[in-house]
């Protein structure tokens, strides 16, 4: 059995055994044991992708599985867990995969990124307003109740339009701005941190996962790129989805109601879509909220161009 999956069992054997403790308490428990599991497999990762939900992370995920599925002769559909594919073939790496969410509730790293010191870390942005629209579907249509109470969710069943729940400080804007900002702040300390923005992903997608795999430390060829754009294309994601190609992730890459387009977990991939869905007057006011609280260094302000692309 794996140290991951051993870790993983345990905490769920805690937090089943917790049952009847009060919830707050509870939550904080499974929390903690989260971000001791994480740090674990920090501790023990080649490199760490850190992004918000909802920013790209599973695309990124599938173009750098599929690169090393090819250059490795690994079985197609799988798939980066952890070390899963490290464990196949050692010349690749063990990367984690996290969104952020739970280290600081063990180190009490709260207010830095000292987690993260001393590990490879790519940075994976994304427009926090495509972000925050990105996510009501998410806990509208895909999200375990469970989950959004351990992340401060609105309530599972909670009537709330899109424009609440953007404005919402449980999962909207505000925590989407806070996790950028809590990086911006901090990227100077690092000296092995590259950042990846979603924009600049799709409209070039072999340039930026080639920059990618050589921070990793491996050299693309041009034919092993193409490969890897062409499967990992919006179009091929959703055939692969709705047939379940990645099947051993669970529920990672499964739609919730293959009736309900926006219960897909790849659904539109679309950059500046956050205004299909808002009035005039709400968009005003999501453009402020940027303006007002959101740090330069991404891109993103209204006053700010994108930066340029650092090679890896």
Not at 47 to 56: R, Y
Request: proline share 5%; charged share 30%.
């Amino acid at each position: 059995m794996s140290h991951v999956l051993w870790s993983r069992l345990v905490r769920e054997a805690v937090a089943r055994g917790a049952f009847f403790v009060p919830a707050p308490r509870r939550l904080r428990l499974e929390r903690y044991l989260r971000g001791k599991e994480e740090a674990e497999k920090l501790r023990r990762a080649d490199a760490a992708v850190v992004s918000f939900g909802k920013s790209g992370r599973t695309w990124l995920r599938v173009l750098l599985s599929r690169f090393y599925q090819q250059r490795f002769a690994l079985p197609d559909g799988s798939l980066f867990g952890f070390d899963n594919l490290h464990r196949k073939n050692g010349a690749v790496p063990r990367l984690l995969f996290t969104h952020d969410n739970y280290l600081k509730d063990y180190t009490g790293h709260g207010e830095t990124k000292d987690d993260y010191l001393g590990t490879k870390v790519v940075l994976l942005v994304r427009d926090p307003r495509d972000t925050a629209v990105s996510q009501f579907f998410q806990w509208k249509f895909r999200m375990r109740p469970a989950k959004k109470a351990l992340n401060d969710y609105p309530a599972h069943g909670a009537d709330m339009p899109i424009n609440d729940f953007l404005f919402d400080e449980g999962g909207g804007l505000p925590k989407v701005i806070g996790f950028l900002n809590g990086w911006a702040g901090e990227r100077e300390r690092f000296a092995d941190l590259l950042v990846v923005r979603y924009e600049d992903l799709r409209r070039d997608t072999g340039g930026e996962l080639a920059r990618v795999l050589r921070f990793l430390g491996i050299d693309p060829t041009p034919t092993e790129v193409e490969d890897c754009v062409r499967y990992a294309s919006v179009e091929n994601m959703r055939t692969l989805e709705t047939k379940r190609v990645f099947w051993l992730a669970g529920t990672r890459m499964r739609a919730k109601d293959e009736g309900n387009p926006d219960s897909f977990k790849v659904r539109r991939a679309k950059v500046g879509g956050w205004r299909d869905y808002l009035s005039e007057d709400e968009a005003a006011r999501v453009e402020a909220l940027i303006a007002a609280t959101l740090l330069p260094g991404f891109g993103y302000r209204p006053d700010e161009a994108p930066p340029a692309r650092a090679s890896a």
